[in-house]
């Protein structure tokens, strides 16, 4: 039998299966999720399988691979999303009785310093939201989802896929469905709506041209908005504003949890809002307003 063969026979080769079958199906993981954790552990499976003599890897050869990852002078950042998919399936093997215990319980991640994320200022904000050419349906697309997006802070991903349905004006809400099919919904403004209901009213129906779409936010042809045509938006726009560096759908959703916290709201409204699964992901913003308030007071104590 080849090598081959016998490595995809192996016990780490199964137990990946199974793990990522699981992922899908009682997860709901995305395409994109399944993926990336399906190349981590492709290249686990390749570095341990030979050293596990037909059996599933031990702490030893996990503190092997780790050993590898540094070698191979990945960032921390790397390393740890490596780790983070190979404790994820020792886990999974864990509860499904197929190990005695986990060899990755006493691994330890490396230090991460945390980026605090870019975000606009109230001036930059207001600037990139009265941008684009409101007498141009395209235009007035393009505003209502720079409010939107500043208004929830939804992913880019939640905002080309919200359907017409997923708005109700009256309550003031949408519902998006996020990372792992999760739905959630979230409040909407008064000046989101309106520059929605101007959309609706003066733009969508031009741009579908007779045609219809499930999807609130709408091209030139008719279909759904896309990523990329969002980000050339958002650039070009931003240009317009006079703002050049690094803008990206992104940082819209970092400066409303920024400024969220700036304004007093506590952090697991904002989590929540995010639809974070973990609250440590939320805490980042906190680096932000305290970075801030550290400015503030450099500038205005007399004694600073």
Same mark, same amino acid.
Not at 48 to 53: E, I, K, Q, Y
Not at 66 to 73: A, I, P, S, T, V
Not at 277 to 286: F, K, Q
């Given at each position: 039998m080849a090598d081959s063969e016998v490595q995809a026979e192996s016990p780490i080769s199964r137990g990946i299966r199974a793990f990522l079958v699981w992922?899908?199906?009682e997860k709901g993981l995305s395409q994109n999720s399944l993926e990336a954790y399906a190349a981590d552990l492709a290249g686990f499976q390749a570095f341990? +399988?030979? *050293?596990?003599?037909g059996s599933y890897p031990d702490s030893e050869i996990l503190i092997r691979y *780790?050993?590898?990852?540094?070698?191979? $002078? =990945?960032s921390s950042r790397s390393i740890a999303r490596h780790l983070s998919a190979v404790r994820s399936l020792f886990h999974f093997l864990l509860s499904e009785g197929l190990i005695a215990s986990d060899p990755t319980e006493h691994l330890s991640s490396p230090k991460q310093w945390s980026t605090i994320p870019k975000f606009l200022n109230r001036d930059q904000i207001e600037k990139l939201i009265a941008a684009p050419d409101a007498s141009k349906p395209s235009g007035l697309r393009d505003r209502a989802m720079f409010e939107l997006l500043y208004a929830t802070g939804i992913r880019v991903s939640e905002l080309i896929t919200l359907r017409s349905s997923g708005l109700d004006p009256g309550l003031g809400l949408i519902?998006?469905?996020?990372?792992?099919?999760?739905?959630? @919904? @979230?409040?909407?403004?008064?000046?989101a709506l309106s520059a929605i209901q101007d959309y609706l009213d003066q733009g969508r129906t031009a741009l579908l041209k007779g045609t219809t779409s499930p999807y609130l936010f709408v091209t030139a042809?008719?279909? +759904?908005?896309?990523?990329? +045509?969002?980000?050339?938006? @958002?650039? =070009?726009?931003?240009?317009?504003?006079? @703002?050049?560096?690094?803008?990206?759908?992104?940082?819209l959703r970092h400066t409303f949890a920024t400024h969220l916290l700036e304004g007093g709201a506590d952090l697991r409204s904002v989590q929540a809002m995010l639809g974070h699964?973990? *609250?440590?992901?939320? $805490?980042?913003?906190?680096h932000v307003v305290r970075s801030r308030l550290r400015e503030t007071l450099d500038q205005h104590h007399p004694r600073a």
């Open positions: 992922c899908r199906m341990a +399988a030979p *050293l596990s003599d *780790l050993n590898n990852l540094y070698q191979r $002078e =990945l519902r998006v469905t996020g990372k792992g099919n999760k739905q959630r @919904i @979230i409040p909407v403004h008064g000046a042809r008719g279909g +759904a908005m896309t990523r990329q +045509a969002f980000w050339a938006s @958002i650039k =070009l726009n931003g240009k317009r504003a006079g @703002i050049f560096h690094n803008l990206s759908p992104h940082v699964a973990d *609250l440590s992901t939320t $805490e980042i913003y906190t």
